[in-house]
């Protein structure tokens, strides 16, 4: 009777939004200065509440990969000449110190639904004045300067400091996608585990290479999880884009401009459709919202490596993988879809059953991670149609 019932991993989704932050939306790229958002306007703190929006209307939490230059308050990267287009004569050309606190109060009172992720300084490099692509690995995927790329980043902490962002960053974004992998303690993820990153999602194919990824889709160093993102379906800087995305990977890679209406006061309006897009077309395909990046890297881990198998009466999940990945990069639980004929029930073991926190969660068998070595999950059926 098990051939009556399916047991699958749904594919989880997360919603990323790069280049959060910019306070001028001018590609600025033809006369050496960054690319920014491509927006034909100043953001502005509604373009915040747009995001909590979205937030708001997925139930979710909404992975904003965040850019800080322009939140320089006191000037402070002249003495780091490389991470901005005014080297050492840097001086923060975003003057609206209003603006920038109500955008502040908008991102601490929607942590629920807005994601603080880190994505860059001033996502370029500027060597001897000039604009090189990006600012941490170059377009051959080489990191830059080990000693370099660490005073980038605490100069991005000391700008979260100066505007009392007490969270701490989880996931990476890198700019324009240079990035690399497998160079053990030589390597990014070293850097990224010493500031507390856990998670970077990226295009595995357009990375240097050392070694190859230990799964489809995902690789692990230094206690840091990489994901395959794909390439993002909707082009950077294409304001109040149309909704479009296959949800066939976990990552939803979108730019603040695609969300924003170039009206602020209609950025809603934009929202809205990026809303009714994903709720309708992640219910038809079954797959599941995840509360936050680490939900949606645990599950896809999930998705990407368990092992679901009928035995008799019932099913055997084996999660063998998490003896191999680092526990500080998994979370609490699983989700599962099970399709079964009315009046079907089924019994756990090696595994408590979980009761769903979000609306997002109940159509799904919510469970926890098993804790035996075996790490092996069984499904019993108990009762049946007559």
Not at 12 to 41: A, H, K, Y
Not at 87 to 115: C, L, S, T, Y
Not at 254 to 264: S, T
Request: proline share 5%.
């Amino acid at each position: 009777m098990t051939q009556e019932i399916d047991i699958s991993i749904p594919m989880p989704l997360v919603v990323s939004i790069e280049d959060v932050g910019w306070w001028s939306g001018w590609n600025g790229s033809g006369v050496n200065q960054p690319f920014r958002t491509g927006m034909p306007r100043d953001h502005v703190p509604a373009d915040y509440t747009a995001l909590a929006a979205l937030g708001k209307g997925l139930g979710t939490r909404i992975l904003a990969g965040f850019v800080l230059c322009e939140w320089d308050k006191t000037d402070s990267l002249r003495h780091l000449p490389s991470a901005t287009w005014m080297g050492d004569k840097w001086v923060n050309p975003m003057k609206n110190r209003e603006h920038q606190a109500q955008a502040a109060a908008i991102i601490k009172a929607e942590q629920d639904f807005i994601e603080f992720g880190f994505h860059a300084l001033g996502h370029e490099f500027w060597s001897n004045g000039r604009m090189e692509r990006s600012e941490f690995h170059n377009t051959a995927c080489q990191m830059r300067d080990r000693e370099e790329i660490i005073r980038h980043l605490d100069a991005f902490f000391r700008i979260m400091e100066q505007h009392g962002f007490d969270v701490a960053p989880r996931t990476f974004i890198p700019p324009a996608l240079y990035h690399s992998f497998g160079n053990g303690d030589k390597g990014f993820q070293k850097i990224m585990n010493r500031f507390g990153i856990k998670y970077v999602t990226l295009v595995f194919n357009r990375a240097k290479l050392f070694s190859r990824p230990q799964a489809a889709g995902v690789a692990w160093e230094n206690d840091v999880l990489l994901v395959e993102r794909g390439e993002a379906d909707v082009k950077w800087d294409t304001v109040a884009a149309e909704p479009h995305f296959l949800f066939d990977r976990p990552v939803m890679a979108l730019h603040w401009a695609n969300i924003l209406h170039p009206d602020p006061r209609k950025n809603l309006l934009v929202v809205d459709r990026w809303v009714r897009y994903i709720n309708e077309t992640i219910e038809k395909t079954g797959g599941l919202l995840a509360r936050d990046s680490e939900s949606a890297f645990t599950q896809y881990l999930h998705k990407t490596m368990s092992k679901i198998q009928r035995k008799g009466r019932g099913f055997s999940v084996d999660m063998s993988w998490l003896n191999r990945v680092p526990g500080t990069l998994i979370g609490a639980s699983v989700f599962l879809k099970v399709d079964a004929p009315g009046g079907i029930g089924f019994d756990v073991s090696g595994a408590r059953k979980l009761a769903p926190a979000r609306p997002a969660e109940t159509p799904f068998l919510k469970l926890s991670l098993p804790e035996d070595e075996q790490r092996r999950i069984r499904i019993l059926l108990r009762q049946f149609n007559t």
